[in-house]
């Protein structure tokens, strides 16, 4: 069995602050694998034009609003709200994190610049509006957004929250961001439209759409963004050419830019295979980003309120989001590594390996933290293991291990075998 637990961001002082933050991603119980995944799909009849990775769990991020919008519209159908409704914020929409318009505790908004934020700027404090104003708490939110998954037949979501802010139990598939997309331009055409507002204007300030596809993609009319930091760059998109749609997801993109073109490439390749049967040749995925230090947010059950996050990551629309400094990783084609221990208990295991990287962060700062165990005479033993390196990088960072009297080993892996079963990947940086 194999277990990746977060690294050390090596642009962060080393040390107690880096164990504190740290936690671990097992993967008996890590729902979601951060990895890259695709589908694209015929609107119209279904068909799938390509899949990679479809079915695997990944965090939605803020594709999480496009649910929390689906409700909205439903509401609006049904008669229970209406656009001029004015829905009142409390105190804990307006403490949400960024992306946010900064809505302030008692004040009002209209739903219909409660759905605008949402689609343009991907407001988490308008999310909580939205979600208090048809659930009453956002947790029991969560429950509707969840039953109503299962209903249009996404079996692989479920939801927590409304905005799609970090939590472990907050999972979808490519396959099941699809399945909602075709659901809201099928069920709300009118409403649909709104995917395609370039900019919105609340209290004099401006907000350009987060989908830049809107803006240079031919035919693009829709639909969402989403990125935190343990689910990389997603976007779902649709776009019309010569009266076929089509509607392409994309997770784990390295940087708003490549996901962009890479998503163009997919939709590119499957206009032009309208109508032929067989899969079309795909470039080959972007390299996935490397993920910062996360602290592990526990899922909450069902019936209960879901946890906050206890630590506050960046969200999307917060950074220039093609320039967050991230580097080309080769760490899943690079089959070496240091063990620096082996231990009957997990915990020490886990400790020794963000202890070594700490040791030589210009060595390991792009290192995986994997730690594997096997069946001993005594029982379990964890083997900790920094791996993703060339085999004279292994050598040069036991080197500098052994010479900081930290024992280790060299030892050849079979890193992608490990990576696509393993959890959740999560790099040094």
């Not at 090596?10 to 995944?37: D, E, I, K, N, T």
């Not at 693009?220 to 930091?229: F, L, N, S, V």
């Not at 020490?348 to 165990?373: F, I, K, S, Y």
């Amino acid at each position: 069995m194999v277990r990746l637990i977060p690294g050390v961001s090596s642009g962060l002082r080393m040390g107690a602050l880096a164990f504190a933050l740290a936690a671990v991603v097992v993967l008996a119980g890590a729902p979601a694998q951060a990895r890259y995944a695709s589908i694209v799909v015929d609107f119209q009849t279904g068909q799938v034009l390509h899949e990679t990775n479809a079915d695997t769990r990944n965090y939605p991020a803020s594709l999480t609003k496009m649910m929390t919008l689906y409700l909205a519209f439903e509401a609006l159908k049904r008669g229970d709200l209406t656009l001029d409704q004015q829905l009142e914020v409390s105190p804990r929409a307006a403490g949400m994190p960024s992306s946010k318009l900064g809505l302030r505790a008692g004040e009002k908004i209209s739903v219909k610049n409660t759905i605008l934020a949402l689609v343009t700027k991907s407001a988490n404090d308008a999310a909580v509006v939205m979600a208090e104003a048809l659930g009453g708490k956002e947790y029991k939110f969560a429950q509707l957004m969840t039953r109503k998954a299962r209903a249009l037949g996404m079996t692989k979501t479920r939801f927590r929250n409304a905005s799609g802010l970090p939590n472990r139990g907050q999972v979808s598939t490519a396959r099941d961001m699809a399945t909602l997309a075709r659901a809201l331009i099928r069920d709300y055409p009118d409403f649909y439209e709104l995917f395609s507002t370039p900019q919105f204007t609340y209290r004099g300030k401006t907000y350009a759409n987060h989908n830049r596809l809107l803006r240079y993609y031919e035919g693009t009319d829709g639909i969402k963004t989403g990125y935190i930091r343990a689910s990389g760059f997603n976007l779902v998109a649709s776009a019309v050419r010569n009266g076929r749609r089509l509607v392409a997801v994309v997770f784990g993109g390295k940087t708003p830019r490549s996901r962009d073109r890479h998503i163009a490439s997919l939709m590119d390749t499957a206009f032009a295979q309208m109508g032929t049967i067989g899969v079309a040749r795909i470039p080959a995925p972007p390299a996935p980003k490397p993920l910062q230090v996360l602290t592990e947010l526990a899922a909450a059950p069902m019936d209960a309120a879901a946890p906050e996050p206890a630590a506050i990551e960046i969200g999307e629309g917060d950074v220039d989001v093609a320039e967050l400094g991230s580097t080309e990783q080769a760490a899943l084609t690079l089959a070496w590594g240091v063990q620096v221990g082996a231990f009957y208990q997990q915990r020490a295991a886990e400790r020794a390996a963000l202890a070594a990287a700490t040791r030589a962060p210009d060595l390991l700062g792009q290192a995986q933290v994997l730690v594997t165990d096997i069946r001993g005479q005594r029982g379990r033993i964890f083997r900790a293991r920094l791996v993703g390196l060339s085999e004279s990088g292994a050598r040069d960072a036991c080197n500098r291990l052994k010479a900081a009297k930290i024992d280790c080993l060299v030892v050849q892996v079979d890193a992608n075998t490990a990576f696509q079963s393993a959890g959740q990947k999560i790099a040094v940086n």
